[in-house]
């Protein structure tokens, strides 16, 4: 791809005409409204404004009906969830170690894909040190890069490769068939590449924590048998504890003992507002100085390396908890607000000499956990690069926000800025997921409860507080529930946020779950995510309704998109007004032209079944969402059994049956034209259903069992019948 300064351009298509079909991401804390109305949008090309809201929420759920999106995130990372976040993406917690790595995986198809020819995919692999939040994407100083694979880029497959086995290794512990259906997919699509080569500006490996001191040992062993000249280490954290300088010791003996050791480190303005100072403990300094042969040095990271200056928004703040430290000890220092401040958060550790540089630039930090110097170690990941000298002078951009060098003397303290302890999170590490299918919740967990455990689900609504199902409340009298449980949302009692029951709506909305639940114990309280298996069945909306059938016919036939925002019960058509009509009769209401919209509306249908035909999710939302044919023949078979809508007439069985044989019917025609055999099982569970609805009421009508409604179908399904 181009070079880009911006790291949401890291998530553009590659090219004119490809869509996105996956994104897979693990990051330690993910700000879900940057992910959305930031980076999802620019990666899905969502043209609406988010200043207008409902028209910028309707586009992001109809694109996100065509991909597949997966985020990992370190439970501990983050507390609470956004209120607005898409039930269509996976938002997967990991406990079972720390998640530190930053790797994004993205699939693109091209979507004006010619007929009979094969998909054209394009792959990015991207690995830094930036989380999915504004501050990482905006205003931190972060080192990440993107691999491109597919069309006429072949880099080393094994990057790919090994980064699909580190996102397997960091959600094992999920059961979310999207995700292990997306890493297949991305496995699949690996193992069709070239096995390629490391060109002279590629990474030459992709390391996890453990791996980082072993590759950059192997890779100068490569270059030079002699010890490095110098060794820079970036890393706003570093180890600590009593034996921190031990620790820190045995890691630049490991790394060659270089003459000189430089320690680039977080920035903190001094007391008299003159300089910057490292923020790192003296001690720790000084007590390193004295066993190390050479030369160590510290580096503040200044605050506008690079910046124009102007003055951030409130909006802009906030991270990973290591980075609210950052925000908050530079705030304190900016209280006039008119300097542009940046926090360090890039990790990267370079090692130079006279032969070349070798080059980590990653997701872990300078301690035990982040480099696997003992004990257990995080979910970390980086590329390793071997650099000439011509390119070494080429990346010394990289560390141009680190101040004057501070040499640290074995006789003297350094004037330093001690790091803050670091503050415990609670977080509810008992829960391992929760499953929403219709009006179904299930709770696994992965420990024991505690004994005051109380589950919360918001009650989705429009506007204001609607309350809450009561999913659980744990008391001395009750048997603690197995590995998991399930509850009915359609008979859960509802509370409002003091726990007193609420009455039940008597108004006979759909019931759908929320995106997230509410988790109080012990005293704390964290909202913990909930996940969608069957996607395909969700509304356009979490808080809209279900197009009418008149709406979806206006769909396929105008391409006139349903008003999903509209108040009413969430029953099809209730609160639907239809078109304004000129003409002194309403012709919606008379059954002959209402069928004749219809069979107009018939060629819609098989065009929007084509247009998605350029990957399996895309079809699959076309062909079984809220706007969808499958759709509209449940309108059609519901039709019977309930009052028409303001904009519909009242049904005959034979009027009903021609309407599911002809959907039918179209549907076997765009299914002829799938030569793909994945895109053509697609339509399976949709005719099957069709074909039920069909059957079942022909069985029970006795005007559709006659003769002629046989010869017509016959004439129309042939040997689809």
Not at 154 to 173: E, H, M, S, Y
Not at 369 to 389: D, I, M, Q, W
Not at 603 to 609: A, K, Q, V
Not at 713 to 720: E, M, N, V
Request: charged share 25%; proline share 7%; with cysteine.
């Amino acid at each position: 791809m181009e070079r880009s300064y911006r790291l949401i351009d890291y998530y553009l298509p590659p090219g004119e005409g490809f869509v996105l079909e996956s994104l897979v991401a693990t990051t330690y804390q993910v700000d879900f409204e940057f992910f959305e109305e930031d980076l999802l949008a620019a990666a899905l090309g969502v043209r609406s404004s988010v200043s207008r809201l409902k028209a910028f929420r309707s586009e992001l759920e109809r694109k996100l009906q065509k991909a597949e999106v997966s985020v990992l995130y370190d439970l501990g990372g983050c507390d609470r969830l956004a209120r607005r976040l898409s039930p269509r993406i996976d938002v997967i917690p990991v406990a079972a170690g720390k998640l530190h790595s930053k790797i994004s995986l993205l699939m693109w198809v091209r979507e004006d894909r010619a007929g009979g020819a094969p998909p054209d995919r394009r792959m990015r692999l991207i690995v830094g040190s930036a989380n999915l939040t504004r501050q990482g994407f905006r205003h931190n100083y972060e080192c990440v890069v993107p691999v491109d694979y597919g069309g006429k880029i072949a880099p080393p497959r094994t990057l790919l490769t090994t980064a699909i086995g580190l996102v397997q290794q960091i959600g094992a512990g999920s059961q979310s068939p999207q995700l292990s259906r997306q890493l297949a997919t991305f496995a699949a699509q690996a193992a069709l590449l070239p096995v390629g080569a490391a060109a002279p500006d590629d990474p030459v490996a992709l390391v996890a924590a453990t791996e980082v001191v072993p590759a950059i040992r192997d890779s100068w062993a490569v270059m030079s048998n002699k010890a490095p000249e110098t060794v820079t280490v970036v890393s706003p954290f570093w180890a600590e504890g009593s034996t921190a300088p031990e620790a820190l010791f045995h890691l630049f003996q490991r790394l060659g003992s270089p003459a000189n050791l430089e320690m680039v480190c977080c920035g903190e303005r001094s007391a008299d507002g003159k300089t910057w100072l490292p923020v790192f403990d003296s001690s720790l300094a000084v007590d390193l100085k004295n066993r190390l042969g050479g030369r160590l040095s510290l580096r503040a990271a200044l605050p506008d390396a690079g910046l124009h200056h102007s003055s951030p928004t409130t909006n802009d703040i906030g991270d990973e908890l290591e980075e609210n430290e950052f925000a908050t000890r530079l705030g304190a220092a900016n209280r006039n607000g008119t300097e542009v401040q940046r926090s360090l958060h890039a990790k990267m550790i370079l090692v130079d000499g006279t032969a070349g540089s070798v080059l980590y630039a990653g997701s872990s930090n300078c301690t035990r956990r982040g480099l696997g110097l003992g004990g257990p170690s995080n979910f970390e990941a980086g590329f390793v690069y071997r650099l000439t000298p011509r390119q070494r002078k080429l990346v010394s951009g990289l560390l141009t926000f680190a101040g004057p060098a501070t040499e640290v003397r074995s006789d003297s303290v350094p004037s330093t800025v001690q790091p803050p302890s670091e503050e415990e999170t609670f977080v509810p590490r008992f829960l391992s997921e929760v499953v929403a299918s219709g009006t179904a919740v299930t709770v696994r967990f992965r420990e024991a409860i505690p004994a005051d455990l109380v589950l919360l689900m918001p009650i989705p609504a429009r506007t204001g507080d609607a309350g809450y199902w009561l999913l659980y409340r744990a008391n001395a009298h009750s048997q603690p529930p197995a590995e998991d449980f399930s509850v009915d949302l359609a008979v859960c009692q509802r509370c409002d946020e003091h726990l007193n029951p609420l009455m039940a709506d008597p108004s006979g909305r759909q019931i759908l779950p929320h995106v997230f639940v509410e988790v109080r114990w012990e005293g704390h309280s964290a909202t913990f995510p909930v996940r969608f298996d069957d996607k395909t069945s969700l509304p356009l909306l979490l808080v809209g309704r279900k197009p009418t059938e008149g709406e979806l016919i206006e769909y396929f036939l105008f391409g006139k998109e349903p008003e999903e925002w509209e108040e009413g019960s969430g029953l099809p058509g209730e609160g639907s007004e239809g078109p304004v009509i000129d003409a002194p009769i309403d012709t919606r209401r008379i059954l002959a032209y209402f069928i004749r919209r219809f069979v107009q509306a018939i060629p819609g249908i098989e065009t929007e079944i084509r247009r998605a035909g350029y990957s399996r999710v895309s079809l699959d939302g076309a062909l079984r969402g809220p706007t969808s044919p499958l759709e509209l023949a449940e309108r059609a078979y519901a039709s019977l059994t309930r009052a028409p809508a303001s904009d519909e007439p009242a049904k005959t069985p034979t009027a009903v049956g021609f309407q599911l044989t002809e959907i039918l019917a179209a549907l076997v025609r765009c299914q002829s034209l799938a030569t793909d055999p994945e895109l053509h099982e697609c339509f399976q569970p949709v005719l099957e259903s069709c074909r039920a609805m069909l059957d079942t009421l022909v069985s029970k009508q006795a005007e559709l069992q006659a003769e002629g409604f046989r010869l017509y179908q016959q004439r129309i399904l042939g040997g689809d019948m």
